[in-house]
């Protein structure tokens, strides 16, 4: 299955993009997404408060993924 991953704030700043596509395996979960996004990009510091939507729900690590689903990858902000 494809899925496209929507990178923002400075992980797509680190990154050097804001979308990626991968291919997974059928029914592939959140967590390993997670995974290849962090042995792809293995020197940068992923912090573990991201927050995550599937097709602008939010998501949990655990959550199965379909062909075609968007992964938004949030990290924590704050300022003032």
Request: hydrophobic share 50%; no cysteine; net charge negative.
């Given at each position: ?38 042995q792809r ?39 003032g």
């Open positions: 299955m494809r899925i496209v991953v929507k990178l923002f704030a400075n992980i797509a700043e680190r990154a050097g993009t804001r979308q990626v596509e991968l291919e997974l395996r059928d029914g592939a979960t959140v967590g390993e997404v997670l995974e290849v996004l962090r990009w293995s020197k940068m510091t992923w912090n573990n408060g991201l927050m995550l939507a599937v097709n602008r729900e939010y998501a949990d690590a655990a959550r199965a993924l379909r062909d075609g689903d968007e992964l938004a990858v949030i990290p924590p902000v704050s300022g």
